[in-house]
């Protein structure tokens, strides 16, 4: 099933293209938003395309087309992709560290009012390339990946919080992004620092998480085995007949007023932990 709905996606994705490619035109009702995207694509001369979607007129997903460097043994794959999910703290990061210029475009105040629609569409997708823009349907991909857990979410953050103003080794206003393996139990499993260099907040961040888990009520395991439901964990697993064992970003920040923020996303990944022992037995999901 999921082999099908990514050759369904790249099918929209070949078919949109094509479309774009035979009909020159613009979606937006300023000039400007043209000239910008112009720029872009001067800037950035490895770019083919560039899909949006929206979600609720806001944001979502972002898609980054460059044509192949090499081949692909899959003749449906015929563009490299890069995904950033735009709604999420390290990904709109990552996007300004990369292609600033799109990220710049993408949060304007204004883009998505300027967008001409012959309905008032909430979802939908934003193509563009060099010469055209276009919309088109919002076409959901993928399943859902690993998520931080929303009834355990804010009790975390208070008790990050809360322990922060007992500590003696006080920093203030750092990021960290650390990607992080959750196994079929919902428990955090090999993980690793991928943006940021403070060990401190690191290790605080995992002595609260491991303190936190300890002190959750004990649940019933169900007949495979598994934590019902995997309520007890801060992070869940992804569901795919079963609990996977997956990939999730976990962004952290220690705001100015010595308070924490923190989000996750298990969609989209790329496996950055460096010297990951796969198993083929038990394959990641991300």
Not at 105 to 132: A, M, N, P, V
Not at 195 to 203: A, P, Q, T, V
Request: one cysteine or more.
């Amino acid at each position: 099933m999921r082999c099908f709905i990514k050759t369904l996606f790249l099918l929209f994705i070949i078919f949109g293209t094509s479309i774009l490619k035979n009909y020159g035109q613009s979606v937006f009702k300023n000039n400007s938003q043209n000239e910008k995207i112009a720029e872009i694509f001067n800037t950035y001369q490895n770019i083919d395309s560039i899909y949006l979607q929206y979600e609720d007129k806001a944001p979502s997903t972002l898609f980054i087309y460059e044509p192949l460097k090499e081949k692909h043994s899959n003749p449906y794959i015929t563009k490299d992709i890069t995904t950033y999910k735009v709604d999420f703290e390290a990904d709109q990061l990552w996007l300004n560290q990369d292609y600033k210029l799109i990220y710049q475009f993408i949060f304007q105040d204004e883009l998505e009012s300027e967008i001409l629609k012959t309905t008032d569409k909430k979802d939908y997708t934003l193509t563009i390339t060099s010469k055209k823009s276009a919309i088109r349907d919002f076409l959901q991909s993928g399943g859902v990946g690993a998520v931080i857990n929303p009834h355990k979410k804010l009790d975390f953050i208070n008790l990050l919080n809360t322990n922060y103003r007992d500590c003696t080794d006080v920093i203030k206003d750092s990021v960290l992004i650390i990607q992080a393996v959750i196994l079929r139990n919902g428990e955090i499993g090999d993980n690793e620092i991928i943006y940021g260099k403070s060990r401190f907040l690191y290790n605080y961040f995992m002595k609260t998480y491991y303190s936190f888990e300890a002190s959750q009520p004990i649940q019933k395991k169900d007949s495979r085995d598994f934590q019902n439901r995997n309520e007890k964990w801060l992070f869940k697993p992804r569901i795919s007949n079963t609990q996977r064992t997956s990939l999730i970003d976990i962004y952290l920040r220690l705001n100015p007023d010595k308070t924490f923020t923190l989000s996750a996303q298990g969609n989209y990944r790329r496996l950055k932990i460096k010297d990951y022992h796969k198993n083929p037995n038990d394959p990641i999901f991300y």
